[in-house]
């Protein structure tokens, strides 16, 4: 069974905090932070402490 670390932050979708973070590099050198919730599986990404969508961050490795 995964066991991952809570992180204390809340699921942009549910609420709850069951969230795990996973950073990440992205070619061009921008971290980001790809969090994913275990209780609704809600994923997103983060940059600088904001969320962004997934577009934006597609828009980021493609250029
Ligand atoms: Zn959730």
């Known amino acids: 069974m ?3 670390p809570e992180t204390g932050l ?3 979708s549910c609420g709850q905090n069951s ?3 996973i950073e ?6 921008t971290e980001v932070v790809f969090c994913s919730c275990h209780v609704c599986e809600a994923r997103w990404w983060a ?3 904001e969320a962004v969508s997934v ?6 490795v493609s250029d």
């Open 55 to 60: 577009d934006g961050i597609i828009g980021l």
């Open 24 to 29: 990440m590099k992205l070619p061009d050198g």
């Open 47 to 49: 940059k600088e402490g």
């Open 2 to 4: 995964e066991h991952a």
């Open 10 to 12: 809340t699921c942009v």
């Open 19 to 21: 969230v795990i973070e």
